[in-house]
Structures are given as structure tokens and as C-alpha cells.
């Protein structure tokens, strides 16, 4: 017998994108990126990419903060995303933590905002407190379960 097709609703993206570490400030190192989307997590969103040392590095932070970033600068802490334009190409130049320092990943903009516009076709803006509110009832729930 057959199992049935596991669907899922998970928004991915793999784009070629630019790579740059405050030491090599003048460097620029081609590296493929993997953004997703899970709507379990609504509020958030993951880069993946491998850096030229070898060292696979992710990052987790705010979609809302992704999709503002599109548009003008954004972010205020460790996560920085700039809209660039170099080379007469859009870029979002997204500045990020990492165990040997800062750096930058350059992503085309016009992906950022077809990826963007996918998970909030997924989850809008306004279904992200339900979908929260439900992982903390199970949550709760099981906790209940647990002592009971």
C-alpha cells in the first residue's frame, strides 16, 4: 500500500549570493544561500550558507524584520538589513553575527521579495498570533500531561 504524499507548506530558497567578512572588508566571495519559511515558526525565518572556510553557519531572526529590510533599513541589534544598490543591481545587504565576527551577505533583492511575499501567502501577518497561540495551548497541554 501506498503512503500518502507528506505535504508541506515549508517555503524555501536557494540563491547565489555575495559573502563578506569584516576582515575581508574588500573581498567579495561567491556562496549559496538556503532561506526558509516554516509556518510552524511563523514570526521567523532561516539562513543557511556555507563560508569559504568550510564553516556552515545559520542564522534564525524575524521575518517581519526580512520584509521591512526590502524596503529601508532595518534592524537595530546584531541583525542589520540594508537595501544596496551596486553594480546597477538591487541587492539587500544583510549585516550578521558570527563566531569569527561580523558579516555581510549580499542577496538579490527581487528573490528576498518573491520569497517574502510567498510566506506571507503561507501565514499573512495577521495568522501569526493564532498559530503561536496554538503551540503554546499544546504546550501548556502537555505540561498539564506531564504532571497529571
Known amino acids: 500500500m501506498r503512503g500518502r504524499p507528506i505535504v ?7 540563491v547565489n549570493a555575495t559573502y ?6 574588500g573581498k567579495r566571495v561567491p556562496v549559496l544561500v538556503t532561506v526558509r519559511f516554516d ?14 572556510d568550510q564553516r556552515v ?3 534564525t531572526f524575524a521575518r517581519e524584520l526580512l520584509a521591512e529590510g526590502g524596503e529601508r533599513p532595518a534592524g537595530e541589534g546584531a541583525i542589520r538589513i540594508t537595501p544596496v544598490l551596486r553594480e ?3 541587492l539587500l545587504s544583510v549585516d550578521l553575527p558570527s563566531p569569527g565576527g561580523p558579516v555581510t ?11 517574502v511575499r510567498r510566506t506571507y501567502e503561507r501565514v499573512p501577518a495577521a495568522a501569526e498570533c493564532a498559530v503561536i497561540d496554538l503551540d503554546l495551548d499544546l504546550d501548556l497541554g502537555l505540561a498539564t500531561l506531564d504532571r497529571g
Open 57 to 59: 553557519l545559520v542564522w
Open 105 to 115: 551577505v549580499e542577496l538579490p533583492a527581487s528573490r528576498v521579495a518573491d520569497f
Open 8 to 14: 508541506s507548506n515549508v517555503v524555501t530558497m536557494d
Open 39 to 52: 509556518p510552524l515558526d511563523p514570526v521567523a525565518i532561516t539562513l543557511r550558507t556555507r563560508v569559504p
Open 20 to 25: 563578506l567578512t569584516g576582515a575581508e572588508a
Open 88 to 90: 546597477r543591481r538591487r
